[in-house]
């Protein structure tokens, strides 16, 4: 499988994750036992934050796809250089999708960051 190809996959299901999957799946009750084992994690690494989740994911993607690069595991050249130039703006309009996928994320917080993170066995 094409390494690149692999990354792209995984951003699509991470934006997916974040924005629509996770909260549908907190609302069903046969999905409960997943997010009780999945929750030391989340709180660990993202503090059950989706906003959070997606920084660091976007973070991480920017740090290992140059790493990967470097080390030539992945070559990103060749595929820029097929992206036409009047395509440009559509890469920028991908951007901004992320950009407003972080904003909406954190609208739709209501609670503060530290009653988020707290285990559902210690919420009043």
Do not use: C, H
């Not at 499988?1 to 996959?9: D, S, T, V, Y």
């Not at 997606?54 to 140059?66: E, I, K, N, T």
């Not at 991908?94 to 707290?118: C, H, M, N, S």
Request: proline share 7%; hydrophobic share 55%; aromatic share 12%.
């Amino acid at each position: 499988m094409n390494l690149l190809a692999f990354l792209i996959g995984l951003t699509a299901f991470v934006a997916l994750y974040v924005v629509w999957l996770r909260p549908w799946l907190r609302d069903k009750p046969w999905a409960q036992g997943f997010f009780a084992g999945i929750e030391p994690v989340e709180i660990a690494l993202w503090r059950k934050s989706e906003s959070i989740l997606w920084a660091r994911f976007l973070q991480a993607v920017g740090l290992v796809v140059p790493l990967l690069q470097f080390v030539g595991a992945v070559d990103i050249a060749p595929y820029l250089a097929i992206v036409p130039e009047g395509y440009a703006p559509y890469l920028l309009l991908v951007i901004f999708v992320a950009g407003q996928i972080g904003e909406r994320l954190r609208k739709d917080t209501t609670k503060p960051l530290d009653v988020v993170a707290l285990p559902e066995a210690d919420r009043v």
